[in-house]
């Protein structure tokens, strides 16, 4: 099926470091999601964007919808250990007769990890 | 709030024995859900889309004999893998959608299924 370009695969950070990871596509897209996973659970939401170009907050993390609405990326700021886990960006298409717009589309996922 | 609650969370059962997995919604209605199965390492591969009500709508290579899905009401759905084998050890995780539109999904926290 479909997936989205994620990128990077995974980082190692030392704690207080940012970071940035995004989600490209070819297929315009009318929402982004951002989940986290902890090992042995489920995506839990962090944002979620509904507009081109929207920029949302959440703590220290910044997550925006592209412009082009191909394209979002992720970022978190001052790293802390407890930021370790898979990270995946998440995205609706618009709707049309062979799309059903309620699937999500995935990325891969980006692995952190945090040296504290 | 929006929770979804999965359970079992763990379960081992010999091959040949069939498993029911149950999603429910605690604080909203839910027409749809979505059930994935998740390999290690890897994201999220949608199984089927839940639809209160009616039949549910399997993704291509999915067995819908294999994997028996039922929503009977708007808080509960179930997920059954018939006769398991070895072969389908995996990570299933269902979510659910909080509402019509654009809306994100909402995960339980999986429920991972050894078969011996």
């Known amino acids: 099926g479909q997936q989205l370009n994620q990128s990077p695969q995974s980082m190692f950070i030392q704690e207080g470091e940012d970071v940035s990871m995004n989600c490209t596509s070819s297929s315009i897209f009318n929402t982004w999601l951002w989940y986290k996973q902890d090992p042995g659970e489920g995506p839990v939401l962090l944002i979620a964007?509904?507009?081109a170009g929207e920029l949302t907050s959440n703590g220290r993390l910044t997550a925006q919808f592209g412009i082009t609405r191909k394209d979002s990326f992720l970022n978190i700021s001052a790293s802390i250990p407890s930021d370790v886990g898979i990270y995946f960006c998440a995205g609706q298409l618009h709707p049309t007769q062979e799309v059903d717009n309620r699937k999500l589309i995935w990325g891969l996922g980006t692995s952190l990890a945090v040296n504290p | 709030g929006a929770v979804v609650s999965q359970h079992p969370s763990w379960v081992i059962c010999k091959s040949g024995t069939s498993v029911k997995i149950e999603c429910r919604s605690l604080?909203?209605?839910?027409?749809?859900m979505f059930w994935y199965r998740q390999f290690p390492k890897q994201s999220l591969m949608l199984m089927a889309t839940?639809?209160?009500?009616?039949?549910?709508?399997?993704e291509q290579g999915v067995e819908k004999d294999k994997f028996l899905i039922n929503h009977a009401s708007l808080t509960l759905s179930t997920l059954t893998v018939t006769s398991a084998h070895p072969e389908d050890s995996s990570f299933y995780i269902c979510?659910?959608?909080?509402?019509?539109?654009?809306?994100?999904?909402?995960f339980g926290d999986g429920t991972r299924l050894s078969i011996l």
């Open positions: 604080d909203f209605q839910a027409t749809t």
């Open positions: 979510s659910a959608l909080k509402g019509t539109g654009y809306q994100p999904q909402h």
């Open positions: 964007l509904y507009k």
């Open positions: 839940s639809n209160e009500g009616s039949k549910a709508t399997y």
